[in-house]
């Protein structure tokens, strides 16, 4: 029987003596429980590192779900990956290349990050998604640190003062920092600072759901949002 995700998360709360006040989340991952999905996953890593638009789709579900409400299907899975100049507004056309290399690294960063199997067999990732987080936080507040000893800095530059040091924290989000890789994030404890992009996931950032369609493993939603 699958570990159920609340178990695992107080386990490690448990285990690593937190308190309410100071909220972690370490990573997990639960794909090495079933042989047949691990393959499948680093069969969808090397498609993403062969930015082969064609493999990812022959391993999606036709129908996969994209959006709430919006275009969903294979279509809407290649646009993402493509990122055709010519379907942008003139005064994005440059940013065409830009948005292709993000989109890429969601797809690998949500692959990368683990994930849980649920009551289905079916495997949700990445880890954040499921991760437990303080109740009474705004979801799309909700920030999770993805690394250990990620450094808090005094100024949202390289060689700002490092303030404190965190490790898989759940921290609250504050603001983007115009033209910059940093966001401003609060702590639980009310310290306040800048953390790199790189380190930092919102609970609503993108995740996936896979799932056995007649014996082949398939990824049947890529979205965003609450």
Known sequence: MRIRIVILALALILANGLSAQDPTAPPFDQAEEDASFLTYRNSLLQAVADRDVDAILAKASEDITFSFGGASGQSALRAFLQVDAEQLAPEQKHEAPA?????WAELETVLR???????EDAFVAPYTWVADYPSGMDPFE????????????DRPIRFGEVVARLSYDVV??????TGTQFVEIAMANGT????HRDFARFLVDYRANFAKQEGA???TSFIAGD
């Open 113 to 119: 990050l683990g994930g849980v199997f649920n009551e």
């Open 142 to 153: 909700v920030l999770f640190i993805t690394a250990d000893g990620v450094a808090l800095r």
């Open 192 to 195: 306040t600072g800048f953390v």
């Open 99 to 103: 948005m292709r290399e993000r989109n």
């Open 217 to 219: 493993w398939k990824m």
């Open 172 to 177: 609250t989000f504050r603001n983007w920092v």
